[in-house]
């Protein structure tokens, strides 16, 4: 119990300090703290708001390292900043990804995002190399029928959703996740999580001053 509070408060600290003032942040250096890729789009219209993508896998252990500090950061966010998660699409076939649009096109994914990284990284009662059935089993308990939840996963609707997702990806050149995209355009580097959190912000105070209202 009290080391999940500790991780509780780190998680905090560390979503704080990423939110503090830019004034106080070193000047931003194309190539050192983000790609700029010119040509890039983002995941969805940005509908007058700058869009911030987490590429994640469910089986990545920097992933669910990452996810609590991301939760709190997310939650702080100024209104004109969309988050949105997305899976790694680099297997069209991969489970992972599989799941979390099945369970997105059910409206239950966001009750078992965190769940999911704690199953598997903290708890172990979840496999990391989980099967189309075994997601669905899982994901049952949040309001969906396993069968269902099977079917959609193996669906050309999902099957879609995954190839949109790749082509993102390699349009961002996404080696690996964590990768945090805003807008399509920009990929951040940094040196650690806090690092990425000053990079993104960066970017934000960027572009509000360019993305109408």
Known sequence: MMQRV???????????????????????EPG???????KGKPWQPLAGKIEVVEVFSYSCPHCAHFQPAFAAWKAKVPKNVRVTYLPAAFDLDDPNGLAYFAGLRKG?????????FKSIHEKGDFPINASVDEYAAYLEAFGAKRDELAALMRSK????????????????????TPTLVVNGRYRVLGQSVDDQFRIVNQLIQKLSATTPR
């Open 6 to 28: 500790m991780k509780f408060l780190a998680a905090a600290c560390l979503a704080m300090a990423a939110m503090s003032s830019f004034a106080a942040d070193k000047p931003l």
């Open 108 to 116: 239950i994914i966001a009750r078992a995002h965190d769940g999911l």
């Open 32 to 38: 050192v703290d983000y790609v700029d890729m010119a």
């Open 157 to 176: 609707e999902v099957r879609a959703d995954m190839q949109r997702a790749r082509a993102f990806e390699i349009a961002a050149d996404v080696g690996g």
